[in-house]
Antibody, heavy 122, light 107 residues
């Protein structure tokens, strides 16, 4: 049974870096049949896919253009987890952040983390 | 980016009613369309994938149809536990994009 457990601070100051981690159990971050994504949700932007990492012969990452200059999604094979770094945050980055597994075949998000409310405030 | 537009944005129906939610993509996405249910305070839950395949464990009153740009989620007989917001999502290309959601309320 796949389980994703998120961790990280719920409060970040403007201009600083948002950092979240998603620990995976029941699957591997190096799986060749899954991709690992970060998605956020806010009243103003709805559900917004931010980026993903996956392994297919080598590591790949894809990012949304809206955050491309500020985001890094990194796998950590030693801890079987992946992380989100979003730098230079503003009030508009306040949202609930989810990690999720996407199957490579048929491409759907079948497992989600519990969500982390991140508030950007001084 | 592919824009996903859902209608209606909200609806109210009685227990036992047939409920239909539509989702339109801004360009053809073949059948790469997924539906999710989200209840307050929880993560979205996969209901339907590749337009019409029912996820394991999801009640058979949920069904999906469509291809190209127009898709439908149907609840054949609305139950009290179906109170939730429903989202479509395209997986044809990155960035993955979601509809704005349809909130289903029980009369």
């Amino acid at each position: 049974q796949v389980h994703l457990q998120q961790s990280g601070p719920g409060l970040v100051k403007p201009s600083q870096t948002l950092s979240l981690t998603c620990a995976i159990s029941g699957d591997s971050v190096s799986s060749n049949s899954a991709a690992w994504s970060w998605i956020r949700q806010s009243p103003s932007r709805g559900l917004e896919w931010l980026g993903r990492t996956y392994y297919e012969s080598r590591w790949h990452t894809d990012y949304a253009v809206s955050v491309q200059s500020r985001i890094t999604v990194n796998p950590d094979t030693s801890k079987n987890q992946f992380s989100l770094l979003l730098n230079s945050v503003t009030l508009e980055d306040t949202a609930i952040y989810f990690c999720a597994r996407e199957t490579i075949f048929d491409s759907y998000f079948d497992h989600w983390g519990q969500g982390t409310l991140v508030t950007v405030s001084s | 980016d592919i824009q996903m537009t859902q209608s209606p944005s909200s609806l109210s129906a009685s227990v036992g009613d047939r409920v239909t939610i539509t989702c339109r993509a801004s360009q053809s996405i073949n059948s790469y369309l997924n539906w999710y249910q989200q209840k307050p305070g929880t993560a979205p839950k996969l209901l339907i994938y590749v337009a019409s395949s029912l996820q394991s464990g999801v009640p058979s009153r949920f069904s999906g149809s469509g291809s190209g740009t127009d898709f439908t989620l149907t609840i054949s007989s609305l139950q009290p536990e179906d109170l939730a917001t429903y989202y479509c999502q395209q997986s044809y290309t990155t960035p993955r994009t979601f509809g704005q959601g349809t909130k289903v309320e029980i009369k």
